[in-house]
């Protein structure tokens, strides 16, 4: 079976939601369900055939969560925005006809946490550490080729992403406080979530090819 090599360079945009019960459950918090999410960065992979695949992925990531909060004296917004490096392994499936579909984890290293409001801003020294550094999310995409030439192939798809652990580092910490308002907290779990149209450009530029010895080697496309 011949194996394909591949690079690959992707981006994405779309939404991404900070999950916790006791945000959802302050009347006054409004979530904003579409803070911008995007990423960018590579792969790099091997098919099996035509079906299956292997990939080994790198992006830099950002994402938001914007809340509107009424103190009961006046309304102002918040975000909060995160910038992480995620290196994933996906595990892909592509039909005959182009559609595929992809699942695997993500470890994410978070590189900067920052707060800002519309209101009086309290700086927090060590924003940062109220955070867990490292966290492993699933992300699962399906999509289909908008283009596929022999070398080539551009892709378009849906991803999601959901952290299973708690996002939050500091056990005295709770999202909604921030000098301004003071929200009711039960230490309830944080989890990220991020939905975005992700596309792909792929570029197979080698493959691996058995010998009749058993041995096998590396052999580029002029």
Known sequence: MVKWISLTLKGGY?????????????E??????????????GSLGMTFGDNVGVFFEGLS??????YEINTGTNVYTKTQEFKTMDLGIALRYTSDYGFYVEAGPIFNALKKATE???TTVFPRDNYIDNFTSNYTSLMFTMGFAAFRGDRI???????????????IENSDFYVLNDGVYHGASTA???NPFSAKVMLEVKYFFAFWGDATCGRGRIMFFQ
């Open 14 to 26: 779309g939404n991404s939601i900070l999950f916790n019960s006791d945000v959802s459950a302050d």
């Open 28 to 41: 006054n918090v409004s979530i904003d369900y579409l803070s911008p999410a995007y990423n960018m960065g």
């Open 61 to 66: 990531s950002t994402f938001k969560q914007n």
């Open 116 to 118: 800002t409001n519309t």
């Open 153 to 167: 192939s551009v892709n378009l798809g849906l991803r999601g992403t959901y952290a299973f652990s708690d996002f």
């Open 188 to 190: 309830a779990a944080t």
